[in-house]
């Protein structure tokens, strides 16, 4: 789908609202990767996906997704002959056999939601469960992720031989320090590791005293680390233990791979279906969140409805959003909403485009039951202020080259959101223009979200079959908007309303009224009137 639209429309942002919903972070990359597909069958399959979720984690015994740790590349390797994954990689995949077991029984536990279960059996199905395996992995690994010392026999031996060897040579330096002159001892008589060696701290002028090797020394240098003489036995003994401690851990981890190597498939299948998990689990708990209905998804040309649509960006930031009520019928191809400034003609437009957008990519949007929303074959958007000082582009430039590009891809089956039309030019050739461009979209069959200041626009209802005026309800004694969109009466500016109440001067504005043509005079009171009914 169109990515510019899909930047202007801020769809990013959105996916990060629903990402934040996600348990793992596999789960969470993969939603903000979520893009609105053309294939409404796909859209209603993953919105009925995301119910059956919301049933199960709402339900009397609430589903809740286990660890899914991020071991795509491990499984790739696994898949390799020969390659051995490391301790984390194989605890890992032992968190992920659990979680696949658990979240599959899960998902066919009797005492959920039959509905929800029968619609998700499919991702029960991909899950795989291999005692076996899970249980070998934990016999290697130990709470704390570890490797275990009963994980082998010589394993058990070799570090049951290195604690002695360390508690011997700990003694005998402890021996050595007691025995040091005082002028010889340092301020901290602690034994320490240096370069993996122990040694003892001793005042520089005591090291020929002592022997043995320095291994390292204080910031100031008054400090030596010495390994006395006595120590050096020891200490090779100890690092000879350590590297067969390592070369059996190796082994272990080698056999291990090669143990669970056959897992490698249904376990790559399982992380991608807990994954995919995550993503209806994060969309489930996004459309409770923000207390979405459930709307039907129709054809572009079965029209709109809004039953108490929100944009899920305002909701975020947790202050009162006046509710969107829009309903358009299959006739009534092209809206254009006219108005003042702040009266929320632009969120209103940004918000048709992002439920659209939303339930295209399987996210429910913030509407309530009864909504109809569109699943169109693309979303073209012209809004905000595009000036480009790289491109030498004016507003105006940069709008007509959005309008060219619309012009040129839009279909009947498309989705069209044009903000402030005909601006940035004079109003007389940006009404026209605006009007052609309208008109066009219109008899193509597009589905066309307008907003504009421009009087002559408001004109077109009347001459182009398929147009309807709206606008969003002012507050003409407040001066404030209300953000109640009514449909069928176009929107009057309140340009020298707001004037006279900013205090401009009563011969100005008294001047300014006279300047004003008197059809258009005529035709503010008429609307005046209109917009005093509606309330009624």
Not at 41 to 61: C, K, S
Not at 69 to 83: I, N, T, W
Not at 418 to 440: F, K, M
């Amino acid at each position: 789908m169109n990515a510019h639209a899909l930047q202007v429309l801020e769809f990013d942002r959105v996916l990060g609202l629903v990402a934040e919903r996600a348990s793992s972070a596999p789960g969470a990359a993969r939603v903000r990767s979520l893009v609105p597909h053309t294939d409404r069958h796909f859209a209603e399959r993953e919105l009925a996906r995301v119910a059956a979720m919301r049933a199960l984690t709402e339900g009397d015994t609430p589903f809740r997704l286990e660890a899914i740790p991020d071991v795509e590349a491990a499984l790739k390797r696994l898949a390799v002959p020969g390659s051995v994954l490391d301790a984390r990689a194989l605890l890992d995949a032992g968190i992920l056999l659990r979680s696949s077991r658990l979240v599959r029984a899960a998902l066919r536990d009797v005492e959920r939601p039959a509905a929800a279960r029968a619609m998700l059996a499919e991702y029960a199905d991909a899950l795989c469960e291999d005692a076996a395996s899970e249980q070998r992995i934990a016999r290697v690994f130990g709470e704390d992720g570890g490797i275990r010392d009963d994980a082998s026999p010589d394993l058990r031996r070799i570090r049951r031989e290195l604690r002695g060897a360390e508690g011997e040579l700990i003694r005998l330096l402890e021996r050595v320090l007691r025995s040091l002159e005082p002028s010889h001892q340092a301020p901290d008589l602690s034994i320490t590791v240096r370069n993996g060696r122990y040694v003892i701290p001793v005042r520089r002028e005591g090291r020929l005293a002592v022997g043995g090797i320095v291994h390292d020394s204080s910031g100031s240098g008054a400090t030596v680390f010495v390994e006395p003489p006595a120590a050096v036995e020891f200490g090779n003994r100890i690092r000879e233990l350590e590297l067969e401690e390592q070369e059996e851990i190796e082994r272990i981890l080698a056999e291990l791979t090669d143990a669970i190597r056959p897992m490698a498939a249904p376990l790559a299948l399982a992380w991608r279906t807990l994954v995919e998990l995550d993503t209806l689990y994060a969309r489930a708990g996004f459309a409770a969140a923000f207390r979405c209905g459930y709307a039907t998804l129709v054809a572009p040309q079965d029209g709109v409805v809004i039953r108490e649509g929100k944009h899920p960006l305002l909701v975020a930031q947790g202050r009162p959003v006046v509710p969107l009520e829009l309903v358009l019928d299959a006739a009534e191809q092209t809206l254009l909403i006219s108005g003042p400034n702040t009266g929320g003609k632009t969120v209103l437009l940004k918000a048709v485009g992002v439920f659209s957008a939303m339930a295209a990519a399987g996210i429910p949007p913030v509407v309530a039951d009864g909504s109809r929303v569109a699943v169109y074959d693309d979303i073209f958007a012209d809004v905000g202020d595009e000036q480009s000082l790289e491109a030498s582009l004016s507003t105006f430039s940069a709008h007509l080259k959005n309008l060219r590009e619309i012009l040129a891809a839009a279909t009947a089956d498309s989705l069209v959101l044009v903000d402030e039309l005909g601006s940035g030019t004079d109003p007389l050739e940006g009404a026209s223009l605006g009007a052609a461009i309208l008109e066009t979209l219109t008899r193509r069959g597009a589905r066309t979200l307008a907003s504009t200041h421009l009087g002559q626009l408001k004109q077109l209802a009347l001459e182009v079959p398929g147009v309807v005026n709206g606008s969003l309800r002012f507050d003409a004694e407040a001066l404030a908007p209300t953000y109640a969109f009514i449909k069928g009466v176009p929107g009057r500016s309140y340009g020298l309303s707001i004037a006279r109440r900013l205090g401009l001067p009563d011969d100005v504005l008294t001047n300014a009224e006279q300047r004003i043509p008197t059809a258009e005079r005529d035709a503010m009171v008429l609307l005046a009137d209109l917009e005093a009914r509606s309330e009624r």
